[in-house]
């Protein structure tokens, strides 16, 4: 790669850690990136896991008050979200890489519409739930499972979809479940990027720049969540992922 190219591929990870820490969907900066530097989709999505890996480690290192006393829950879920994570990777390379670019303009475009909907979500996920001791329910198991599963296979929304999934099993803080959510995220992430590595389809050399600027982004995020206008910023990323979900589409059937 160029300087040009890894100058680039920094900038878009930093930006996809900022828009992951703000409204939560780092894909959507970080996968078309990975396209524009000339990835096919699958190693695109292959090598966009495996950068996203470092920001669930920035944010495990940043959220251990929000982590206190969950460690019952997290012992109980880790097992599930890395079956789950890879579950979804070997999905991924054992069905047809048409496959994958035929479905995957309609995944980005449902994560841009859920980016939209994001804050009527997190209003539906504070209804009362149960203490937060309490241990899930099988049909929440499912939908974890579920939602594990699509983080290995694509994963873009998919730490929207956790966040509300823990917040009709849990009475807790949206920082409580966040922090909770973003551990989750890693470990299915891990278990799908080592699928990757291993069957060497993931570009390592493209990865390391993309995995720092997500570093960066997703600590600088939080400073710069308090200063952006939210609605303007989701409604701006939401539109612009629907754009993006209808030429993926055109390509992939053009």
Known sequence: MSALEVGLLLLAGVGAGLVGSVVGLA?????????????????A????????VASGIGSA????????GQRARLVRLT????VGGLTG?????TTPAE????VVPFLVGGAS???VAQPWLKRLARRPAAPDDTKESWLALLGLFLVAVYGGYFGAAAGVLITVLLGFVLDASVQRLVALKNILLMVSNIAAAALFVVLGLADLLVALPLAAGVLLGGWLGPIVARRLPQTVLRLVIGVAGVGLAVELWRQATG
């Open 79 to 82: 097992p599930l979200f890395l």
């Open 99 to 102: 496959a994958f670019e035929r």
């Open 27 to 43: 894909s959507l900066v970080s996968y078309p990136a990975l396209l524009a530097a000339g990835l096919p989709p699958v190693v």
């Open 61 to 68: 290192a940043s959220s251990r008050p929000e982590l206190a």
């Open 113 to 115: 519409v859920l980016m």
């Open 89 to 93: 990777a070997v999905l991924l390379v």
């Open 45 to 52: 999505n292959a090598t966009n896991t495996v950068a996203l």
